[in-house]
């Protein structure tokens, strides 16, 4: 079950929603890193029982981030979209769970809260161009998701989350062989915003 990186498109204004706050009853998070710290030290980590994907994880520099990030027909122009909202670095965590789901989780780091809100609303719009999926709000996180009804390629249902944090854009997928899995993927963003809400304003990337 190979990851497939899915679907972005170039830019695009959408009134949407532009911080994750800390959902209730989320878990404690740990104590920050150091500072000077990578943006991959704000990454959830693989769970134990969980198989890690079979491509780079962890610190992405920018052609294995597009790489993981784009279909292949969208990333020439997704890196163009990337360097003008201003991309600073990404991280990548992605493993498969004992119970034959998926899971992914991107972090983008921009140079600014509204580079990074500019990218979100980005992927929010390509989202909605996909006539196969629908669209959803996840208040928890003042974010945006997609899910698709019928099983892709892979044969898996996927849900994509996607909100923001400072200037850190945030997105998980979830892939589930047996049916699309919303509440697994907004669980999931709700502990990444969790963490990432303690990241201080400027990392060293």
Known sequence: MPLLPRVLAAAALLDALTSCTRPAGAEAAPAPPAPGGQLSSWLLRVPPEATPVTQPQGQLNLSE????????????PGLAV??????????????????????????????????????????????????????????????????????????????????????V???????????????????LIGRQCALLAHKPASLVT
């Open 65 to 76: 981030f597009i790489d993981a990030f784009y279909l292949p027909a969208s990333r020439r």
């Open 82 to 167: 990337a360097v003008r909202r201003g991309y600073r670095s990404a991280a990548f965590h992605g493993w498969f769970n004992d119970n034959g789901t998926e899971d992914d989780v991107f972090l983008v780091e921009f140079a600014t809260p509204d580079d990074a809100t500019g990218m979100f609303r980005s992927v929010v719009t390509s989202w909605r161009g996909d006539a196969g999926a629908s669209v959803f709000v996840d208040p928890a996180v003042h974010g945006s998701g997609w899910q698709r009804s019928v099983m892709d390629s892979a044969g898996e249902y996927g849900v994509k989350v996607a909100a923001v944090v400072g200037n």
């Open 169 to 187: 854009m945030v997105e998980v997928r979830h892939y589930d062989p047996s049916a699309p899995d919303r509440k697994a993927a907004t669980d």
